[in-house]
Nanobody
Framework: QVQLVESGGGLVQAGGSLRLSCAAS????????MGWHRQAPGKQRELVAT???????NYVNSVKGRFTISRDNAKNTVYLQMNSLKPEDTAVYYC????????????WGQGTQVTVSS
C-alpha cells in the first residue's frame, strides 16, 4: 500500500527555518508529481510547492524565495526547506503524490503542524 509520512514540523520563531520531510513507501516518488500543501485555520487548503518527475518546480507566490522543494530519489523522500518563516506560514502541511495519469493528487500524508510565532 502507498504511504506518505510527513515529519519535521514544529514550533519556530519568525525568521527561523524548518525542513519538512515526506517519506514514501509503495510508490516511486521520482515518477510522480509531488506537492506540498498547507491548510491554516479558517482557510482553504493551498498548494504551496510542486516538483514534477522531470524536476521542474513551482511555488505559490507567497513562499517564492523562501521555500525550496526537493527530492532524494535514493531515499524516496521529498523535502520542503522553509526559510525566513513568517507567522502566516502557520498551518498543517501535507505531502501528496499525483500519478502520471492523474489530474488530481492521489495519495496524501497525514500532515505535520508548523507553527511560527511572532
Amino acid at each position: 500500500q502507498v504511504q506518505l509520512v510527513e515529519s519535521g514540523g514544529g514550533l519556530v520563531q519568525a525568521g527561523g527555518s524548518l525542513r519538512l520531510s515526506c517519506a514514501a513507501s509503495g510508490i516511486i516518488l521520482s515518477i510522480n508529481t509531488m506537492g506540498w500543501h498547507r491548510q491554516a485555520p479558517g482557510k482553504q487548503r493551498e498548494l504551496v510547492a510542486t516538483i514534477t518527475s522531470g524536476g521542474s518546480t513551482n511555488y505559490v507566490n507567497s513562499v517564492k524565495g523562501r521555500f525550496t522543494i526537493s527530492r532524494d530519489n535514493a531515499k524516496n523522500t521529498v523535502y520542503l526547506q522553509m526559510n525566513s518563516l513568517k507567522p502566516e506560514d502557520t498551518a498543517v502541511y501535507y505531502c501528496a503524490a499525483k500519478r502520471p495519469t492523474s489530474f488530481r493528487y492521489d495519495y496524501w500524508g497525514q500532515g505535520t503542524q508548523v507553527t511560527v510565532s511572532s
